[in-house]
């Protein structure tokens, strides 16, 4: 009976079965008595341009929210809606492929906060301040000094004709840390100690949009380590989504809804609760998921029209659930809702609005899919991978050569991926590809070769890759060894500035360079510093090879 009730849900796409309801069991004293009544009816959620379309999704670790939301998005989808999910443990992935959805690492690109969007710069730098206050905890005089920061970066930047970014704005606090006095230039390390998190590439590169809001897309998160980094991107982003919201004429609304994936990271007063309070003339709609439902900004819980409650035992959050599930003042509908909250096991759910009238208690269908083909690509590409090994590894996962191919194309056409060949009579020789690149595909494909290299001559790598640090880092012995690779786009004085740097901290440094450019390295030929041509290096075939310098 239950398999014959599936696939007639499953027909009808319906997400899940309501199992019993909230109804009137008898009226005593003019008082009504409430109860759960068993039921085995179908339940999607209620799509009406009436009411709001904004949703909650609560319940503790481990309850089945996620799972939840995926079978909800995809039934919106199928409705003819549009999907942007902010996934901080990336567990949407998945849904990708089977919602024709682009997916974004946000590690690498994404969205960027200095983007004007309309605003002049003394607003959108109060509000970048703003929001970079709220998430690492600012003080006043921190925030004035942060203002001053971004103001600087946006005047440095007019003349270049380039949006600024997180690393500018880094960059301008260390100019004015270098001609501040002693108070003003600790304020100024400390913000820049904290801000450094946020300096991953992904604020270089933003995504469109108009084609984010016209399609679906799935945003991974893990990539940003922190909890303040994801809270800045999530925040960002939704800012941009209500930016475009106010530029739309209520005729042009669309059905777009926002995933938010552990909401509480935004807090309270957040952007997202003014999309709550007035999206639903545009069409605009939030779906928030959280562990407790007062951590939710308070304006998207007041102005949600789903309520979805899953297992909860902390009894605070089960007393203001029920109360707020329950809604009135009837002791025993109250009583009543909080035993059906307490029986709640894991993949169900306890609903109130879409249309149910009372409460009701659902049970979810099991949303299975495996990540897509585009997905395991940009992971797999992370770090510099040969074509060889991603056909490879691709036919492990049952993609066969030749959708593999395709794809590797068609994310290259749009910059998810990017390929350099390697050609110098070596092991490594042939076409790699890495998933967004922070430097040029040359810089990033290399640098993952040298240290896979280092690592098959028996030395123990890390890449780093970033402005802080070489891009490898090599351990022989005791030594430390640092790894710079230059295409040769570089000016050989910062070259130089970069290895007095390095010097202070490394005992020894190679360089490698672009066989091409070469000579246009010499004056970097110094003591306790080895220039090599790429060509040269990945031919090594002993660590001493790659370690002598000259005069040492």
């Known amino acids: 009976m239950g398999s014959l009730l599936d696939r007639l849900f499953e027909k009808r796409d319906e997400v899940g079965i309501v199992d019993s309801r909230l109804t009137i069991k008898r009226v005593y004293f003019d008082r009504p008595r409430w109860e759960w009544r068993r039921e085995s009816t179908g339940f999607s959620p209620w799509l009406d341009s009436r009411m709001n379309p904004h949703m909650v999704i609560v319940g503790e670790s481990g309850s089945g929210k996620s799972n939840a939301c995926r079978v909800i998005v995809r039934h919106l989808v199928r409705k003819g809606a549009n999907v942007a999910i902010l996934d901080p443990h990336n567990e949407y992935a998945g849904m990708a492929e089977d919602m024709g959805a682009k997916v974004y690492d946000a590690a690498r690109n994404g969205v960027n906060a200095f983007e004007l969007d309309g605003k002049t710069e003394r607003e959108k730098a109060s509000e ?3 929001m970079l206050k709220k998430a690492f905890r600012l003080g006043e005089v921190q ?21 600024p970014n997180v690393h500018d704005l880094l960059y301008s606090l260390k100019a004015l840390s270098s001609k501040a006095g002693v108070g003003e230039s600790r304020t100024l390390d400390g913000i820049t100690r904290r801000l450094v998190l946020l300096d991953t590439g992904s604020a270089s ?3 469109n949009m108009d084609e984010v809001m016209n399609g679906n897309s799935v945003f991974l998160l893990s990539g940003l380590h922190t909890g303040e980094a994801q ?3 999530i925040e960002s982003f939704i800012r941009k989504v ?3 919201m106010l530029l739309m004429r209520k005729e042009d609304r669309r059905a777009f ?10 807090g309270q007063r957040s952007v997202a609760g003014r999309i709550a309070a007035e999206g639903r003339k545009y069409g605009i709609g939030i779906v928030a998921i959280a562990q407790r439902i007062k951590s939710v900004d308070k304006d998207i819980r007041a102005n949600s029209s789903v309520i979805l409650a899953m297992c909860q035992r902390e009894p605070e959050e089960t007393n203001y659930l029920a109360n707020l599930m329950s809604g009135g003042n009837e002791l025993n509908r109250f009583i009543e809702v909080k035993k059906g909250l307490r029986s709640l096991g894991v993949g169900r759910a306890m609903v109130n609005g879409s249309g149910t009238g009372n409460p009701c208690i659902v049970s979810f269908r099991l949303y299975e899919s495996r990540p897509g083909l585009e997905y395991e690509i940009m992971k797999l590409c992370e770090t510099a991978s040969h074509e060889k090994e991603v056909l490879v590894a691709m036919e492990k996962l049952g993609f066969d050569a030749e959708s593999t191919y395709v794809k590797l194309a068609d994310m290259k056409r749009d910059g998810t ?4 060949g390697i050609s110098c009579e070596s092991a490594y020789d042939g076409k790699w590809y890495v998933s967004g690149n922070r430097n040029s595909a040359e810089h990033d494909v290399c640098t993952g070769v040298i240290s896979r290299h280092l690592r098959s001559l028996g030395m123990e790598s890390r890449m780093y890759n970033n402005s802080y640090g070489p891009d490898v880092i090599a351990y022989y012995g005791r030594e430390r060894i640092a790894f710079e690779y230059e295409t040769g786009s570089k000016s050989i004085d910062k070259t130089l500035q970069m290895l007095k740097f390095r010097l202070n901290i490394y005992p020894r440094v190679t360089v490698i360079v672009n066989d091409a450019h070469e000579k246009a390295y010499d004056a970097a030929r110094m003591d306790r510093v080895r220039v090599m041509r790429a060509s040269e290096f990945f031919r090594a075939i002993c660590a001493p090879d790659v370690l002598y310098v000259t005069g040492a």
Not at 257 to 263: G, K, L, T
Request: hydrophobic share 35%.
């Open 128 to 130: 970048i301040t703003n």
């Open 143 to 163: 925030g004035y000094q942060l203002y001053r920061g971004i103001m600087c970066t946006y005047a440095r930047m007019a003349g270049t004709g380039r949006t």
């Open 205 to 207: 590169r933003s995504a």
């Open 231 to 233: 809270a800045v991107y």
């Open 242 to 244: 209500y930016g475009r």
């Open 257 to 266: 809804y926002v995933v938010i994936d552990e909401a509480e990271k935004l």
């Open 417 to 420: 991926i990017e390929s350099y």
